[in-house]
């Protein structure tokens, strides 16, 4: 299967889950799960949320942030991978001057 981010509708959503600033995405999804490539964008945040459908995986492109999970702190920079098992609670904040760029996995079970 080849999935064309190139031609998906790019959204851009505000405070994603009671976040701050801006998001941009573009998302495939099915029952198996969903893959989204993401900018937060600077001063932006994704709110603390419940990770419920399955696990959260958040392989950092490029950009500065961090991610709290379960009330760890994580350091974000490119090639750093943040996992938000299921079940868990996650937040993740734009802490750079720039776009934090990631590709998001979402592995439902």
Known sequence: MLIDFNKAKEVTMPGMNHGTGMMTAKMYMDEKGKIIPTRIHAGGSIG????????????????????????????LKPGVCHICPKG????????????????????HR
């Open 48 to 75: 603390m949320h419940r990770q419920d459908s399955g696990d959260d995986i958040n392989y950092i492109l490029s950009g500065e942030g961090k991610a709290i999970c379960d009330g760890k702190e994580e350091i």
């Open 88 to 107: 868990s609670e996650h937040s993740i904040i734009n802490t750079g001057k720039e776009d934090l760029v990631m590709l998001t996995i979402v592995v």
